[in-house]
């Protein structure tokens, strides 16, 4: 198991910018692919973007140019660059981590969950 806390979520107006993180423990989080996942009120929870072990990366249409998914293996971090964020980005973002090799953003493959993180767009 491996343990995942957000941070960074705010409140923003449109057109801004947001740096999420999610620190992992104990395991090493080069173990794990990773994925950032967020819920808006009222809708469903939706994959935004993944990385798996090998940092191939992928986005949904919405975020994609807009959005960057990284991470710092030595730091145990996993972090998503928003730019020119929207009103309809505002959700609870959640990172989730799966064992080994995941490519792709279905919620059923990311056994691990942190609390999630709030960010607010205003427009």
């Known amino acids: 198991q491996v343990q995942l806390v957000e941070s960074g979520g705010d409140s923003v107006q449109a057109g801004g910018s947001l740096r999420l993180s999610c620190a992992a423990s104990?395991?090493?989080?080069?173990?794990?692919?990773m994925a950032w996942f967020r819920q808006a009120p009222g809708k469903e929870r939706e994959g935004v973007t993944a990385?798996?072990?090998?940092?191939?990366?992928t986005y949904s249409d919405s975020v994609k140019g807009r959005f960057t998914i990284s991470r710092d293996n030595a730091q145990n971090t996993l972090f998503l660059q928003m730019n020119n964020l929207k009103s309809e980005d505002t959700a609870i973002y959640y990172c989730?981590?799966?064992?080994?090799?995941?490519?792709?953003?279905?919620?059923?493959?990311?056994?691990?969950w942190g609390q999630g993180t709030q960010v607010t767009v205003s427009s």
């Open positions: 990385i798996d072990r090998f940092d191939r990366t």
């Open positions: 989730a981590a799966g064992f080994g090799t995941i490519y792709g953003m279905r919620p059923a493959d990311y056994t691990n």
């Open positions: 104990p395991n090493p989080l080069s173990w794990y692919s």
